[in-house]
């Protein structure tokens, strides 16, 4: 059984050592296959975006003693009510069903109503809630123009702290790396994205760079020692930096992902579609990418 409190001392002394700098090209290999299937899901099979950013109406009935045939039940209902277009529905918490269809407008009490009958409850247990497409792109636009300013300020930042613009292009990088391989992956498995998506998309960047803030102090550090002792090359010193900070990375990460797992849990078997579960999905994938790129682009870059 390996003793992970010695590999990290060992990590940590030199004693051990993983050459990250001098695999790096390995490493941009793997990011490139990431990216280019991010790319794939992007271009190919877009993003599917929620109600919120496309527009319509949205029903959720509670208390459905039978959710056989729930898809069905719910076209023919909405159908019934005059209303055309696609139909999304899911099975939330076991005995909850969410409807969400094109605008129903003056058709709304009807869609109710024909809702409440193929579902088997009374109508007072159907809430509806409609919801424009201008408020989507609200939320989008501002999350852009927040994305915006946190780049400048990260890249101004670190230019300042390390010194050096080397470090800064490189954490944006990082950065850049995380988000599009993050949102490549909601496209590639279809996962819906909601504002709640989007904030998670914005608080990831914030723990990747914290985790590359972590490991570039460490390489200034050693670096500067380097450079003056002639002691070792800048490449080498940067390598040991990575393999100091490496069982940090790694139980910062574990800590984070942990609880997060658990919200993700209980949000896909009890509680359904809702804030808590897109939220903890885009931090779950974006945590993970953003240790890697701290690791295994940021330092090599």
Do not use: C
């Amino acid at each position: 059984m390996v003793n992970v409190a010695q590999f990290g001392n060992d990590l940590y002394s030199g004693k051990r050592s993983i050459d990250f700098i001098g695999n790096q090209k390995r490493w941009y290999a793997f990011s490139a296959i990431f990216i280019a299937l991010a790319l794939v899901g992007l271009f190919a099979r877009g993003l599917n975006f929620g109600i919120e950013f496309r527009g319509g109406s949205e029903y959720r009935l509670t208390g459905v003693a039978n959710t056989e045939g729930y898809e069905e039940k719910a076209k023919g209902a909405i159908s019934s009510a005059g209303i055309d277009g696609n139909v999304l529905t899911t099975v939330i918490g076991g005995n909850s069903v969410r409807v969400q269809t094109l605008a129903a407008g003056e058709r709304n009490e009807a869609a109710k109503t024909a809702l409440a009958t193929a579902f088997g409850v009374e109508p007072s247990t159907v809430s509806a809630s409609l919801i424009g497409p201008s408020w989507g792109e609200s939320v989008s636009r501002q999350a852009l123009q927040a994305l915006i300013v946190f780049l400048l300020l990260v890249a101004l930042v670190m230019a300042i702290y390390f010194r050096t613009w080397k470090m800064a292009v490189a954490g944006l990088v990082a950065l850049l790396h995380d988000l599009v391989i993050t949102v490549g992956i909601y496209a590639l498995f279809g996962f819906e994205i909601t504002p709640s998506s989007m904030i998670g998309f914005l608080t990831i960047l914030g723990y990747s760079l914290y985790d590359t803030v972590v490991v570039f102090d460490k390489v200034r550090e050693n670096t500067a020692e380097a450079i003056g002792s002639r002691r070792s090359t800048y490449s080498a010193a940067a390598n040991l930096a990575v393999n100091q900070t490496l069982v940090r990375s790694i139980n910062t990460t574990v800590v984070a992902l942990l609880p997060i797992l658990a919200i993700l849990v209980v949000g896909f078997t009890k509680l359904g579609p809702g804030t808590l579960l897109d939220l903890s999905l885009a931090l779950f994938v974006g945590i993970g990418v953003g240790a890697y790129s701290s690791i295994f682009i940021a330092t090599p870059l």
